[in-house]
């Protein structure tokens, strides 16, 4: 149980288009995802907190005009990288923990590179 | 925030040896997770653990959280170990230390 999955898996694009990533728990609901980017040899760093329903929260010098993210089901939460320049190339992950579970374990999906040209 | 620090940063194991990584974090938390990350990326859940021992096959954690640090140990170590280990303070939101990066060699 508790698995999630994240399409697609790579993309290239090029400069000045827009990207969408999705998120999808398959075997559980989730109320609230998150989403993290890594950079080469780095930790992760977490981007938003995104909640069924209502707006999502932003981590502090993170552009939610940029980054918009839309969590339309308790399974479904999308990740829009809008106008994507060279400097936003990077491995994005989402997480998400089971609404019906009292322990915030949070469970990861398996990444999408993002590389912009 | 909760500063997360993990050490060694570095780690180069001989197949059939021992370790143990260490989690320090700077303020009481209500859990603490330990990740494996793959070669392709993907975190894979080790540990959920807010207190005490868990262990899981070749891998242990231990977490004294009144003195705010977790341990995981690796015995026995394989190739297949290899990879970035990462501890993060769960308060429901992650926290995410440096990792440590552990070679394993045949």
């Known amino acids: 149980g508790a698995v999630v999955s994240q399409h697609p898996s790579r993309v290239i694009c090029k400069s000045g288009t827009s990207v969408k990533i999705e998120c999808r728990s398959l075997d559980f609901q989730a109320t609230t995802m998150f989403w993290y980017r890594q950079f080469p040899k780095q930790s992760l760093m977490l981007m938003a907190t995104s909640n069924e329903g209502s707006k999502a929260t932003y981590e502090q010098g993170v552009e939610k005009d940029k980054f918009l993210i839309n969590h339309a089901s308790l399974t479904l939460s999308t990740l829009t990288v809008t106008s994507a320049h060279p400097e936003d190339s990077s491995f994005y992950i989402c997480?998400?923990?089971?609404?019906?579970?009292?322990?915030?374990?949070?469970?990861f999906g398996p990444g999408t590179r993002l590389t912009v040209t | 925030g909760i500063q997360v620090e993990q050490s060694p940063p570095d780690l180069i194991l001989q197949e059939g040896a021992n370790s143990t990584l260490r989690c320090n974090f700077s303020d009481s938390v209500n859990n603490l997770q330990w990740f494996h990350q793959n070669p392709w990326g993907q975190l894979i859940n080790l540990f959920y653990i807010p207190s005490g021992t868990k262990q899981n096959g070749r891998l242990s954690a231990t977490t004294v959280a009144t003195e705010r640090y977790s341990l995981l140990y690796i015995s026995s170590s394989q190739t297949t170990d290899s990879g970035v280990y990462f501890c993060?303070?769960?308060?429901?939101?992650?926290?995410f230390g440096a990792g440590t990066t552990v070679t394993v060699r045949a």
């Open positions: 993060a303070v769960n308060d429901y939101k992650l926290s």
């Open positions: 997480s998400a923990y089971s609404s019906g579970e009292s322990s915030y374990e949070q469970y």
